[in-house]
């Protein structure tokens, strides 16, 4: 069997598709994006391929360790993005070459389904308690949103004060065994990080997350002290060549890769690997398409250390398109009592629309960009 030939999409509402195709008839999918970031990465994914035409797909490993080593500059989000997609399109195809989930390639299963979580809160949280009732009440059993806006290095205690109140209002509504997780971001720098880490202890948070940018993770060792909510991060790290050091350090408690910007499955079961060692969970970052859903879950099914998915449903970026419209199928990702089952499919299991990516792909390609924030004195601040 021999690469013949791949096709990207862009499609909304923030998403970049490739489909490869090969000489039996077997295709596969991947979602390799970079959100903001689509046309960079499609580029990337054209030049990565000159190296796959013509050659077999089952070689993954090979194929993965050209595409990263075979260019003298390699890693970083663009380039790792770019694999990761063509990576999941491979595993794709094996799977179905072979008939069989990816998760038994990968050894096997050791979980049937996965905990799922939900968004709520959008880019400003407010109305937070009553979203998370009204997903408690459509089966979530956990619930993330941002912790605020934007916040400068030392800022009034008025806007910690309104998170602590939002997170309130979500354990008084929802009860006390509902997940919360709390993402600072990397909105956040340490010297805030630190005093709204302790302010949110009393509520026993399933996780605060990025509570600095990875670029600072030295400071995750001073933030730890002023919290015993478990320490989640990962989401803007490419390799496990960058999670080494931070799980060396020993100050998370929780890594977040993901799959469609870290190396795809062949990385990422790596980087879940070297996590369990280190007796740390994996809840993988996933606010993106249904392609990497199914990536995830099926490395999520083989992980000791997977303890609960992202998934996109109903995600305030979702606009004009959702997780679901893009698949044959939509109860492949049916939600039951914050679970959802591993697709059992061949490949990523999942089928996927083509005529409908097509469509989307002319009729509405996307220059999805992330918004630029401003503090009141004019200097740029993290999104």
Same mark, same amino acid.
């Given at each position: ?8 999409? +862009? ?23 970079? @959100?903001? =970031?689509?046309? *960079? ?9 000159? &190296? ?25 989000? +663009? ?9 999941? /399109?491979?595993?794709?195809? =094996? ?45 979530? *059993? ?13 800022? *009034?205690?008025? =806007?910690?004060?309104?998170?602590? %109140? ?23 720098? =340490?010297?805030? $990080?630190?005093?709204?880490?302790? %302010?949110?202890?009393? &509520?026993?948070?399933? &996780? ?45 408690? +929780? ?10 499955? *062949? ?5 879940? /690997?070297?996590? @369990? $060692?280190?007796?740390?969970?994996? $809840? ?10 199914? /990536? ?6 083989? $992980? ?53 990516? +097509?469509?989307?792909?002319? @009729? /509405? ?19």
């Amino acid at each position: 069997m021999k690469i013949t030939n791949f096709k990207t999409f +862009i499609v909304p509402p923030r998403w970049l598709f490739l489909k490869i195709e090969t000489d039996e008839g077997i295709v596969g999918w991947g979602e390799p994006v970079i @959100e903001g =970031k689509a046309h *960079t990465v499609q580029a990337a994914v054209d030049e990565l391929m000159d &190296f796959l035409v013509g050659k077999d797909p089952l070689r993954i490993e090979d194929h993965w360790q050209v595409m990263y080593r075979g260019g003298f500059y390699r890693g970083g989000p +663009i380039l790792m993005s770019a694999i990761a997609g063509i990576d999941q /399109a491979l595993w794709d195809i =094996k799977g179905k070459y072979f008939n069989a989930p990816v998760y038994q390639l990968l050894g096997g299963a050791c979980r049937d389904s996965m905990r799922v979580y939900s968004w709520i809160g959008g880019d400003r949280p407010s109305d937070v308690g009553l979203a998370a009732l009204e997903k408690k009440n459509a089966g979530f *059993t956990a619930i993330k949103m941002n912790a605020c806006e934007e916040m400068q290095y030392i800022d *009034t205690h008025d =806007k910690v004060d309104k998170v602590v %109140e939002r997170v309130a209002a979500i354990r008084s509504a929802a009860g006390p065994d509902f997940g919360i997780g709390v993402d600072f971001h990397g909105r956040i720098h =340490k010297p805030m $990080a630190k005093v709204l880490a302790k %302010e949110l202890d009393p &509520f026993r948070l399933m &996780f605060i997350e990025e509570p600095v940018l990875p670029e600072n993770n030295e400071a995750l060792r001073e933030i730890a002290k002023h919290t015993s909510t478990p320490i989640a991060t990962g989401e803007r790290m490419f390799s496990r060549w960058n999670f080494k050091s931070l799980l060396q350090d020993g100050y998370v408690d +929780i890594i977040q890769p993901d799959l469609s910007h870290a190396g795809g499955i *062949t990385e990422c079961k790596k980087i879940f /690997a070297m996590a @369990e $060692a280190f007796d740390v969970g994996v $809840a993988p970052h996933c606010p993106l398409g249904p392609i990497a859903l199914a /990536a995830c879950l099926q490395v999520d099914a083989t $992980a000791h250390n997977a303890v609960i998915q992202e998934q996109s449903l109903g995600i305030h970026y979702n606009q004009g398109n959702d997780l679901l419209d893009y698949i044959v199928d939509p109860n492949v990702f049916a939600y039951d009592d914050g679970y959802v089952q591993i697709p059992q499919g061949p490949g990523l299991g999942i089928t996927v629309n083509e005529e409908y990516v +097509i469509r989307m792909a002319l @009729e /509405a390609p996307h220059r999805w960009r992330n918004p630029i924030w401003r503090h009141r004195d004019g200097s740029v601040a993290e999104w």
